[in-house]
């Protein structure tokens, strides 16, 4: 009988945890040119992007370290995305990455854009 009730307390308190805790999606790309992430030059090459859904904050890694750090939100997508997607925009400045879509999503992930979120 106690051993029962510990046994629903530990599982009450892992689901608990789990709630409380943020979720954080990662996923390898590459990018095949140098691009701007909220003002930080990312060089072309192969990285890790993660995104954490309880900060809101988009980082991009290479090696396990931070190369370049943003805030960002999600947006709904028409369907889930067949592949990690990564969008990007062309402007005076060069390139600048606008968004993720994580394989098997149907989040956008959009970056925050000096204050402007940044649009599909």
Known sequence: MIIRRITIALGI?????SVTLGKTRRDSVT????LN?????V???????????ETNELAILKR??????TTAKTSQRDGKANSTEVKTITTSAGVELVG???NGTDKNILVDRG???ARK
């Open 100 to 102: 993720v879509a994580f």
């Open 64 to 69: 396990g370290k931070v190369i370049a750090k």
């Open 43 to 53: 060089k072309s090459g192969s990285y890790e992007v993660s995104f954490n859904d």
């Open 115 to 117: 204050g402007e979120a």
């Open 13 to 17: 308190c892992a689901l608990a945890a």
């Open 37 to 41: 992430v909220n003002g930080t030059l």
């Open 31 to 34: 990018f095949t040119q140098d």
